[in-house]
């Protein structure tokens, strides 16, 4: 726990801890930001354009489920008890949710609010619904179909689906269980039901089954892996899923094969895997065993006309194969009616392939597709984009069907930034409010995907600054927003900063350090690989074009990397001046609003710059103050000899105060380190630029974590501003103090 320097005088001390309770830190506001868990499902709906976030429960919270709309709007819907979200799904103006304890919610989006729910008798592998239909159609795992009435909100007695299947195909099907449900995108009188021997097209309207959909493999063919090719095969199904049009199906299977089917005739067309067509024919050289990974999910998506289609895959592929999803374009169908099978089969063999490229390592576990407007076709009509939820619980967001990646920046709710992919460093900075008002990225940016929701009205804070959250994410970009604090934010704009690209190398790039001046908006940033670089907000005169300048490598200088400017990015932060320190990770950074950036490293190394240069005014190793004694500080303290060990800087600080003796004031940079020293510089006019000068050193008892300057008369922070330091030159003086919290050791 954070303590305060110790006091010689045990009354005081006595005196102050008492008035210290646990309950005094006990928050007051909890988190409104992030998700609370690993997403388990989406949704989406274009009409009210708002996108739903389900989590699964764990060590980290219970499953919830987040609706984010147009900036700051946002929703969280709990369940009545703790439990995991599988399905959530729009129809209407509500929210159908079905969790892993079988359990079906209805919501209320306009209220927030839970209307009704009800705990299905077994267990619950799939539900479907529609945005014009007053029902939920929910498969069981033992091959029965019930449907919950939303308007009545009851389960429909009347109505239950056998296991046709296990029903009418012979003892041999008994074993058969429910996978999924499907229904007819432009008929609402069929229903498709996955099982895992084969699909069954139920008709309501004759209330029975029509067409049985068994893929066999007849011996010679190759199917999907060429496993057993001598003998008949039925590989296991795990998807079925209706042409946009419902002139055709398509089934996947375990052995990664894509199956076409004629849902009049029940007719086999052809089948395929992601690499070769017409695998359900006998073939010469098909013993060759091939491996594929598992379909994680299918849709067939077409354009504004529904006849111009292609199917999103994710999975399928060869486990060497870059990970990827994959879009194979079929192009407008055929005249089913004067079309020959050959031609069929051949038109599934699709035009061309889109690889959506995934990161390295990861696996496409789920995704939601984004259309423009339209909520029929299974949401699969003309889609803008497309969010894929990774195998480690991350999201991206890519472009449809091209595959570029879109960044979630002033594109989706920022509690989405945290896993969109995930943080691994933030830092808080209070800016002033006129700073932060003038500071409105211009970005070339696609049409937003959210515009859904109303925004609540707010009170203005009542303080100037402004709470601004810096966040560093694996992909080495920094997302930099206003916080709020349940107060009306004026500039809701989120800001992007691009490691990657100002250090021209997008390998091993991990952020280590932050700061944000809270004047001038100045952020410089540290990383593993011992560069530090310093940001300012303007105009890049590098817009719309790629700059392509060579900079040669520097060591332990500074370099101008204005160059590197994102050409998509008008005004905002650009990349200013770089530092390759090259003595360790970056442990700490501090930048003034003065224009001094200080910096420390793992190495023990202490560098400050002077960004009117921009040039170092100074540099050195945390070895030098080794034997210091304490004797022009202001801070009591207590030396303690000991065998040497590792130090670096933890924390630093600027500030303006008169330190012991002086006559006037200085411009202070304080640096804590890891074994507790605080060292204390005065920054100095000197031949028109600024000169550094060693002030005092005092040891402390363990890690300092904080370093706060103070005004000792009044307790407000002596900050190191423009208006204080121009003060400076008319004798103004501060008479100061510097409060240190460290960890006890």
Partial sequence: MASFLRSKQAGIQNDLSASIRPELFAPDDQARYGINSQISCLAYDPIQSLLAV???????????????????????????????????????????????????????LDAGERLTGQIIAGRVVDMVTDPMLDWAFLGLQNGDVVAYDLDRRSLARAFRLPNFWAAER???????????????????????????????????????????????????????SSVGVDTPRRPRLTHAVWHPSGTFVVTAHDDGSLALWDPKEGRLITARTLARNRVDQPAPNSALAIVTEPF?????????????????????QSPDAPKSMTFVELGLTPMYATSSWQALGDWFAGKRQVAL??????????????????????????????????????LLTMSFPSGYPISPTNQLHPSTFFVHP??????????????????????????????????????????????????????????IWDSGHADDIENGQVLQVDMARALDRYDDVEITAMSMAGGTGEFVVGTRTGEAVVFRWGANRFYGREANQTLEPNPKGLTDISSRADPTL??????????????????????????????????????????????????????????????????????????????WPVVIEFGVMTLDDDKYSSICCFVGTNLGKVITFKLLPADGGYSVQLAGVVQ?????????????????????????????????????????GKLDP
């Fill in 422 to 479: 995930f943080v691994t460093k933030v830092n808080v900075s209070s800016l002033e409010r006129p700073r932060w008002l003038s500071m409105f990225e211009k970005r070339d940016q696609g049409e937003p995907l959210l515009k859904g929701g109303a925004e609540a009205s707010r009170p203005r804070k009542r303080f100037e600054e402004r709470t601004i959250i810096q966040a560093a994410h694996v992909d080495s970009t920094i997302r």
């Fill in 296 to 316: 994680s999910k299918i849709a067939w998506c077409c354009k504004q006309n529904p006849e111009d289609t292609g199917l999103l895959v994710a999975g399928g």
């Fill in 170 to 224: 012979g003892p041999n099907a008994r074993a058969a269980t429910l996978v999924c449900l499907a229904l007819h995108p432009r008929d609402v009188g069929k229903l498709l039901i996955g099982y895992t021997h084969g699909a069954v097209i139920y008709s309501f309207k004759q209330n029975r089954p029509q067409h049985f959909l068994e893929y066999v493999l007849p011996p010679g063919a190759p199917g999907g």
């Fill in 54 to 108: 389900g989590t699964s429960e764990s060590r980290f919270g219970p499953g919830c489920i987040y609706v984010f709309g147009q900036r700051r709007v946002q929703k969280v819907l709990r369940p009545s008890r703790p439990t995991s979200l599988l399905k959530i799904q729009f129809t209407a103006n509500r929210l159908v949710s079905l969790d892993a304890k079988n359990e079906l919610a209805v919501w209320d």
């Fill in 570 to 647: 008008k005004e905002g932060l650009q990349p200013f001046v770089l530092y390759e320190m090259m003595m360790g990770p970056i442990t700490a950074v501090q930048v003034s609003n003065v224009g001094f950036v200080a910096v420390g490293s793992e190495l023990g190394f202490l560098t400050i710059m002077d960004l009117r240069g921009p040039r170092i005014i100074y540099q050195a190793p945390m070895t030098d103050f080794a034997k210091q004694e304490k004797r022009t500080s202001f801070l009591k303290g207590h030396h303690h000899s000991a065998a040497p060990q590792k130090e």
């Fill in 700 to 740: 402390c008892e363990g890690r300092v974590v904080s370093l706060s300057p103070i005004e000792a008369n009044t307790g407000r922070p002596a900050a190191a501003t423009g208006q204080i330091v121009a003060g400076l030159r008319e004798g103004r003086q501060v008479n100061g103090a510097l409060v240190a």
């Fill in 357 to 394: 490229p995934l990161p390295a390592g990861a696996q496409a576990a789920d995704f939601l597709l984004v259309p423009r407007a339209s909520p029929h076709f299974a949401g699969a009509q003309d889609p803008i984009a497309v969010i894929t939820t990774l195998s480690s619980g991350e």
